[in-house]
């Protein structure tokens, strides 16, 4: 048989590999330091015997033997953990006796149930007692050894877990599960783009401390990053896909420059990454930012750098196109993005279009008739004394792009009467009753549906009768 030998300098205490929360590492104020609950190796060592793996450990020169013996509780059967200790202790006295685990194979059995976990804790133990002891995680031994090489080593710790299939494609793959044993560059980096990395995985991938935690399979999306975060784990190791999106986008968020850069580029790939998804609440949260005005200004910069100085967000088809129609380049980003952009203040379509244009309005010349009752109209009021005081104002006709199923015939804005093109020919009726009713919010200052405005129009119509019946 043929085993994978995990070794490092520095021997653990007996202590800590048999009592479950018997911990160094949960105080520990290096910030490399991976184990926090004093659980994990108990764990893994029943995760593999209820998978019929039998490790090897050798503690220097104390060899440590995971076995199980059957027990009965009220008429249910289970399987007693023991280890045997056999061999010398550090002052070379023998050690020889058997220690009850107090706990059953079906401990933890719910969670922990792939061969990767228990293969993970031996792992992280292993380079968290080199740096307990003042070395590097490079200094980790993972080898292929014979079954004639399993031995002790004084002043070591060494596992030795049997090659199965499971096993021997974990140790293959190592460097995808830590970083210390693969890119280890990535060590000290939140958001890490995958472009760099050696390796080909769509999903995202999360880890802790350079230790893989999951990967981000369920939304079956491309994701431009993979993230090492300073997160918080429960017991069976495991975080949701909501801590994920909340922990990921703030990391996104405060992301250097140059990773920003790739993201604000990505919405014009025409792609639909992960990263579209994030939350705008985490993304633009000041929660734990120590500079937010810093913040804003790389997103600006970035944003900069990413398509120059004349582009702008846009949400709507709309937007694009009258956008695009004055000059600027345009990057269509999903609507529950906006605040984001917006909170960072990087210009938006609102920023560059003016009010006709964002309602999709074009304005021209008023037609002659539309000229001619509108002047014989602010003609009748100001010889009546109801133009309170106003200037005459400016008349134009307007197109609208859309109508969406209703149509407006004009509208007052800014000293400017707008008329529908639609009824800006002929003396009609219609055309009358608009350019007066547009003409009366002028002079009126009143909206529509407003006790104001019914009486100004009351006092129009009263004048008119008046001159009725006084030329009777």
């Known amino acids: 048989m043929q085993y994978f030998k995990i070794e490092n300098v520095g021997e653990a205490d007996i202590n800590g590999l048999l009592l479950l929360g018997g911990t160094t590492k949960r105080e520990s104020d290096n910030p490399r330091i991976i184990g926090t609950f004093g659980s994990g190796f108990k764990q893994s060592m029943g995760l593999l015997l209820r998978n019929n793996i039998v490790p090897i450990i050798h503690c220097g020169n104390i060899r440590m033997d995971y076995y199980t013996k059957p027990v009965s509780i009220n008429g249910v059967d289970h399987q007693q953990l023991f280890v045997r200790l056999k061999g010398k202790d550090k002052n070379g006295a023998n050690i020889n006796r058997e220690e009850n685990l107090q706990a059953t194979l079906a401990f933890g059995s719910l969670e922990w149930k792939d061969i990767a976990q228990s293969c993970r804790e031996i792992v992280s133990n292993s380079i968290d007692c080199l740096y307990e002891n003042g070395k590097s995680h490079r200094d980790i031994k993972i080898e292929l050894v014979s079954e004639n090489q399993v031995r002790a080593k004084s002043g070591t710790m060494r596992v030795y877990l049997p090659a199965t299939a499971e096993i021997s494609n974990y140790f293959s793959n190592i460097g995808e599960y830590f970083l210390h044993l693969g890119e280890e560059r990535f ?272 006092s129009v119509a009263a004048a008119l009768l008046q001159d009725l019946f006084n030329k009777k």
Request: charged share 30%.
């Open 187 to 458: 060590l000290d980096t939140q958001v890490i783009d995958k472009s760099e990395r050696c390796e080909n995985e769509l999903a995202a991938k999360l880890y802790r401390r350079g230790v893989l935690v999951r990967k981000m399979t369920r939304e079956n999306r491309q994701a431009l990053f993979d993230y090492n975060l300073e997160i918080q784990l429960n017991e069976s190791r495991d975080y949701s896909d909501y801590g994920f999106h909340a922990d990921a986008s703030r990391a996104l968020s405060n992301a250097p420059e140059s990773i920003l850069v790739k993201y604000l580029q990505s919405f014009d790939s025409g792609k639909d990454y992960l990263e579209h998804h994030f939350d705008a609440y985490y993304l633009t949260t000041n929660y734990g930012v120590a500079y937010p005005e810093q913040r804003a200004a790389r997103w600006r910069s970035a944003w900069r750098k990413a398509y120059g100085e004349k582009a702008v967000v846009v949400t709507t088809d709309h937007g694009k196109t009258i956008c695009e129609r004055k000059g600027f380049k345009t990057v269509r980003i999903p609507v529950h993005l906006k605040n984001v952009f917006d909170k960072f203040e990087i210009k938006n379509e609102l920023n560059v279009l003016n009010e006709f244009e964002q309602n999709d309005l074009t304005l021209s010349d008023a037609t002659d008739d539309v000229l001619k009752i509108a002047d014989f109209i602010w003609d009748y009021l100001q010889s009546k004394n109801r133009t309170n005081g106003k200037n005459k104002p400016t008349f134009k006709t307007f197109t609208k792009g859309m109508n969406a199923g209703s149509i407006t015939f004009g509208f007052y804005k800014n000293d400017v009467v707008c008329i529908n093109s639609d009824i800006a020919e002929g003396k009609n009726l219609n055309l009358i009753l608009t350019v007066l009713e547009e003409i009366i919010h002028h002079t009126s200052g009143s909206m529509d549906e407003t006790r104001d405005f019914q009486d100004a129009c009351l």
